[in-house]
C-alpha cells in the first residue's frame, strides 16, 4: 500500500476516534475501531480487555522486538472548550477534536507505519503494535495489564506528541503522603507542640532539599510538595498534618532508592509512598533508533511528562506527531500535516534502523 493512501486512511481513523468517546476506563468503542482497521487490511491480532495488539507477518522468536505503542484513551474535556470537543473538524489545516493531539495523532500514525512494513522481509527486529487503555490514569487494565500477554519487548517507541523529536528519557513518579505529629489541644490555651507550626519548618526543609545526582538529559530530582491539610475545627489545634509530596525522579535513581532517601531524611513522622512502579525511562544514546534519528534531523531530549514508558522496564523512546504544549487544552488539535510528516518520519526511522 502506498503511504499517501495510508496517510489519508490514518485521518480517516483519528476523525472516528475523536467523535467516539473514550475516557480512560470506557474504551471499548475505540478498541472497536481499531480492531475494523487491522481488519481492514488483514491483519491478525489480538483483544485483551480495551487493549489491541498485532505483531508483524514475519515475526520470529529468534529477533529482538520493538514495541510501537500508543493510546487510545483521553481526559475529559475542560470547561474551557469553544468546540464540541467530540466532533472532528478540519479548519486551516488544524483538525480539532478531544485527543486529536494526544496521543490520537501519534496511534494512528504508528499504527499507518505498522500497516505498511506488515509484510516486510528481513527486518532485524520483529514489530509489535499496541494501542491501549487508560494511559491518562496510569490504569491497572492498560499496558501494565498486556504486558504479560505479549511476547518479550526488547526496545519501544511510544507514541506521545514531541514534534517527532526523540525524548530519550523521561521522569518517573512518586507521590508521597507525609503525615506531621503535634499534641492536640484547645486553642485557647498554650502549645508549643502545634503540627502546623511545624510543617512550616517541614515545608522550609522540603523547599531547600536536593539530591546530588543530576542528569545530563533530566536534570535534578524534582520534589514539590503539592498538598496539606490539617484541622477540622476553628478552636482546636490538629494533632496531624498530612502532606502530599510529589516527586520527579531522573535516571540516576531509582524509585526504591528515592524512597529509601525520604524515609531515612525527611523531618516528618510518617512517609509512604502511594505506588513505586511509575520509573524513570530511558535509552542509550548508541543506540541504533538514536542514532537513525539523530541522522534524520531529529533532536534529542528529556521529558518531564510521564508516560507508558514507565511501564516497560526495557529501552524506550517517546516520539510523535503533535505538541505536548497542546495536550488536555481546550480546543485540542493536531495539524493534518503533522501526522502525514510523521507517517512519513516513522517509516523513514524504522527502515533506517531496522535494516
Known sequence: MQVKELQEQAIDLLKKLIETQSFSGEENLTAYLLQDWLNQHKIPHHRQMNNIWAVNEHFEDSKPTLLLNSHHDTVRPNSAYTRDPFKAEIEDGKLFGLGSNDAGGCLVSLLATFTYLFSEEGLSYNLLFAGTAEEEINGKNGIAALLPEIPKIDVAIVGEPTLMNLAVAEKGLIVFDAVVKGTPSHAAHPNNDNSIYKTARVLEWFENFKLEKVSETLGEVKVTVTQINAGSQHNVVPARTHLVIDVRVNDKYSNKEIEKILKNMAPVDEINARSLRLNSSSIP??????????????ETYGSPTL????????????????????????????YVKEIKEGIEKYIRLLEKALK
Open 285 to 298: 544514546l548508541h543506540h541504533d533508533l538514536v542514532k537513525a534519528g539523530i541522522e534524520l534531523g531529529m
Open 307 to 334: 508516560s507508558d514508558q514507565a511501564m516497560l522496564g526495557c529501552p524506550s523512546v517517546k516520539l510523535g506527531p503533535g505538541d505536548s504544549t497542546r495536550s488536555h487544552s481546550a480546543d485540542e488539535f493536531i
